[in-house]
């Protein structure tokens, strides 16, 4: 590890340099312009001068123009201007992209329309209502004083008839903390007036303040979201890969302009042309090419795919010297399997991230292919391009491949010595040989040549059906041999000892066929195949999220709402692309039906 320098009170361009954050090993930085704007910035980037400013020197002055209805007041830093409504003088932060693209926040003076009936001085039950408070709510004030909103449907359906003093006692929470909130007086309806650690001032439901469902006025989870996109991106804009010119964001920006840097070319651009061109990535240039249907105009050619399947290929071509079929169509009909090998009856897919994810192929596309070769008895293997370029899960797929196409050392389980895997060995071997690695068990057992470990069988607890007595988790052997009876004899040593009544175990159907767990006398059905599964990769294809790393409560966590209303929104709005696997097989194992 190199010495540690401190670079503390240093300026690099615009950026001072505050204090060094030790969780992210970067430096927080203070732009010096009037927008004082902070970030978290790597050493190497300082230095370098990869960054040296917020965007503050490269940014277009928008100041006292006017969109719709906002006027433009200042700077607000990254890229985002302080602005306030010209008619009621409402105070907005708002994007440079939305102000530019006609994307302007509605403001609640001009929502009170030909669709709202007008009820201003009305009364329902000991609410009179006062003004049009915007998104339907209504500024209304109770008998006893309370003004509060009301949703219009609330009012007229006679749900919501006071602000609540009429109703059960409450427990007075006045001056208590809530994470960041203190409860400042009761506004009725369960709704707390509230104070913010920032000095924000809103209504919060008691339920949400009490359960710990809100905790802030947003303001923490902007600085996570900030924290989140410094980190992963260097920049605040997560389609950016890096700073870039006024000219190469403005290409982006409509389709003529793209168009005329198009024209710049004697020939068809290629898309790698392009991207090196308007330093953008892949997805972003290929996303508006489909929006603004110019393909016409691009070479479509996909190099890194191409160069990725020839990898593949030639490394298949380096194991296994018989015959090997490329881009055959005949056997699905049409449907083309980029690598088949006839005397294997084993075929290889390479799905590359751009036209393999969801904006192109339905989530049942990569299971669908898979089911119609095992239904010709042929076994599928899906390599993802997310995969491929990960150094440990290369290795893992490429030994997996000399476990499919070249001769083993074989071995006997009955010559083999039985027992019990130490976690520390359980860790090691599953990481070291599984395709999907090392996940939790309750017992491993394992088959020994002397001392050295060959195969392993985990089980424990049933992660995601209850109503079996235990789950078969990883089966698991040594690359370049195969043993004789091997899983056989780690089943059967599991029942004798630990006598389960019922068995469940989940197949990948991406990398493996479940022939194996027949042998083992498991048995499956049409019922028991799981829908597909997927993950999203990032821009940069370097991180790649399951889904229980996605769900939407997560992502408001990071503050990330401000890009959508869902996870599918928020993340297509990072650029992340969505790629379905082929599913899970479940197979289960019954003691009542299996032969003695």
């Known amino acids: 590890m190199g010495k540690f320098i401190d670079i503390t009170g240093q300026q690099f361009g615009n950026w001072k340099v505050l204090l060094y954050d030790k969780n992210t090993r970067k430096w927080v930085c203070e732009c010096q312009c009037n927008a004082k704007t902070k970030k978290l910035i790597a050493s190497a980037d300082l230095r370098k001068g990869k960054t040296t400013n917020c965007g503050c020197l490269r940014k277009k002055d928008l100041t006292g123009k006017e969109y719709k209805h906002l006027i433009v007041d200042s700077y607000a830093g990254d890229y985002h201007w ?96 809530f994470g960041e909130w203190t409860a400042i007086k009761y506004n009725g309806d369960s709704y707390w007036e509230c104070r913010c650690s920032c000095g924000t001032l809103k209504e919060v439901l008691r339920s949400s303040l009490i359960r710990g469902e809100s905790k802030s006025c947003g303001c923490m989870s902007n600085k996570i979201s900030h924290d989140t996109l410094i980190s992963r991106y260097g920049d605040m804009q997560a389609r950016i890969n890096k700073p870039r010119k006024d000219w190469q964001i403005a290409s982006l920006d409509s389709k003529e302009n793209f168009i005329e840097i198009i024209k710049k ?64 169509r005949k056997i699905l009909k049409g449907k083309e399997l980029d690598i088949y090998i006839p005397e294997k009856k084993l075929a290889i897919e390479f799905n590359g991230t751009y036209w393999h994810c969801d904006e192109f192929i339905n989530s049942y596309y990569h299971q669908n292919k898979t089911i119609e070769c095992i239904k010709q008895g042929i076994q599928l293997i899906h390599i993802f391009e997310y995969e491929w370029i990960n150094d440990n899960k290369q290795k893992l797929i490429k030994q997996l491949l000399i476990d499919k196409l070249c001769e083993s050392k074989v071995y006997y389980a009955r010559q083999l010595k039985i027992g019990d895997v130490t976690q520390e060995n359980e860790v090691k071997f599953l990481n070291e040989y599984h395709i999907q690695g090392y996940t939790n068990s309750s017992t491993a057992i394992g088959l020994y040549d002397n001392n050295e470990l060959l195969g392993i069988m985990t089980f424990g607890k049933p992660r995601f059906n209850n109503n079996y007595d235990c789950e078969l988790i990883r089966m698991c052997f040594k690359t370049g041999i195969s043993i004789v009876g091997g899983a056989e004899r780690i089943l059967k040593h599991y029942i004798d000892n630990y006598k389960p009544k019922n068995i469940i175990s989940y197949c990948d159907l991406a990398k493996f066929n479940g022939n194996s767990y027949l042998r083992l006398g498991f048995h499956t059905n049409k019922s028991m195949l799981t829908q597909p599964n997927y993950v999203w990769v990032s821009p940069d294809k370097k991180e790649v999220l399951p889904r229980y790393q996605t769900q939407k409560q997560k992502l408001i966590n990071l503050g990330l709402d401000k890009y959508g209303d869902t996870e599918t929104e928020i993340m297509k709005n990072l650029d992340y692309l969505r790629v379905y696997d082929a599913g899970n097989m479940k197979f289960e194992w019954n003691s009542d039906t299996t032969d003695k």
């Open 82 to 177: 302080n602005c306030h409504c010209k008619v009621c003088n409402k105070q907005f932060i708002v994007h440079t992209y939305h102000l530019e693209h006609d994307n302007i926040p509605a403001c609640t003076h001009n929502e009170l329309h030909v669709n709202v009936e007008d009820i201003t001085g009305q009364k329902f039950g000991e609410w009179e209502v006062l003004s049009y408070a915007g998104k339907k709510y209504w500024n209304c004030r109770c008998s006893c004083g309370v003004e509060r909103k009301v949703i219009g449907k609330d009012l007229r359906s006679g749900r919501s008839k006071s602000c609540g003093h009429d109703g059960p006692a409450f427990k007075d929470i006045t001056g208590q903390k």
């Open 265 to 328: 070319f004697n020939k068809k651009p290629t898309v790698l042309e392009l991207t090196d061109l308007l330093d953008c990535n892949k997805n972003t240039l290929l996303r508006r090419v489909h929006k603004w249907e110019i393909e016409n105009l691009i070479d479509l050619y996909d190099y890194s795919k191409s160069n990725m399947e020839k990898e593949i290929f030639n490394y298949i071509r380096s194991l296994y010297k018989s015959r090997i079929i490329q881009s055959d």
